[in-house]
């Protein structure tokens, strides 16, 4: 069931489990847009990899 059907109902169970999930998957998607980026720019820089 979708927040666009006609049937959902916006209690507080909802409210609060969709508060959850999407704070839970912003963090997660904010932290690895942060390692992405930085081993972008570590890679791009030259860093890393001289000490294998």
Known sequence: ???ISFEWIWD???????GGLWYALSIIGMGMTY?????????????????H
Do not use: S
């Not at 390692?35 to 000490?51: L, Q, R, Y």
């Open 1 to 3: 069931m979708l927040p």
């Open 12 to 18: 507080m169970g909802h409210v609060v489990f969709h």
């Open 35 to 51: 390692c992405i980026i930085k081993a972008a720019v570590d890679t791009a820089k030259g860093k890393g990899g001289d000490h």
